[in-house]
């Protein structure tokens, strides 16, 4: 089946920090992958994406490369900000039509 | 393009009652779905309707939800007789994803429900 696991939160940093949130999948055939974020009273918004294995997405300073082998898409991002706090959701595509799966999320807060 | 709306933004309900949310979809998508989302939780997919066709329901849904795209543009979920495990923020987002390509998921900002 498919499904997507989410490192637990939260997750708190401080500013300039490095950050890494993990994230594996399964799914039967070719997914594609996402991490969306949910800032504080907003809805979801699409962070990046990767389509296709070895693919790296990418997006104000985020990234995260989509790896098969180890069927993956950690988001990094080199030195997080106050205003990155917020959840973060990895979510994946199946491809066979119908939804997108989406793991836990992950509180992250970053202090001054 | 506004983006996808939906209304009303809250809803408080005594159990027993029937409430119903609206979406509004970006204008050019064909894709539409409902998720429920509770506190800590990631999205839970309810349905999708590829136009005005309801091509997918959760087989965790209730029969008291039911969900109608008349016409392909906006959508309403309808809760019949709500129960308290009903709170949760009802979530609405559409794409224009075919039937090859990839089309990302445009949320709104989601419609919660309390029920009393």
């Known amino acids: 089946g498919n499904s997507v696991t989410q490192m637990e939160g939260p997750v708190t940093l401080s500013e300039e920090a490095f950050l890494t949130i993990n994230c594996t999948y399964t799914?039967?055939?070719?997914?594609?992958l996402f991490w969306y974020v949910q800032y504080p009273g907003e809805g979801l918004q699409l962070l990046l994406k990767?389509?296709?294995?070895?693919d790296k997405g990418s997006n104000k300073g985020f990234e995260a490369t989509y790896r098969k082998e180890t069927t993956s898409f950690h988001l990094e991002k080199g030195s997080v900000q106050v205003s990155d706090s917020a959840v973060y959701f990895c979510a994946l595509d199946p491809n066979t039509g119908n939804q997108f799966y989406f793991g836990t999320g992950t509180s992250l807060t970053v202090i001054p | 393009d506004t983006g996808v709306s939906q209304d009303p933004r809250h809803k408080i309900t005594k159990r027993g009652q029937n409430v119903t949310f609206r979406c509004d979809p970006i204008?050019?998508?064909?894709?539409l779905y409902w998720y429920r989302q509770t506190l800590g939780q990631g999205p839970e997919f309810l349905t999708y309707f590829q136009n005005e066709a309801q091509l997918e329901k959760s087989r965790l849904l209730s029969d008291r939800f039911s969900a109608e795209r008349p016409k392909g543009s906006f959508s309403t979920l309808e809760i019949q007789r709500t129960e308290q495990g009903d709170s949760a923020m009802y979530l609405c987002?559409?794409?224009?994803?075919?039937?090859?390509?990839?089309?990302?998921?445009?949320f709104g900002e989601g419609s919660r429900l309390t029920v009393l």
């Open positions: 799914a039967t055939g070719y997914p594609s």
């Open positions: 987002a559409s794409s224009t994803r075919g039937t090859s390509n990839t089309g990302e998921l445009f």
């Open positions: 204008s050019e998508h064909n894709r």
């Open positions: 990767a389509t296709k294995a070895d």
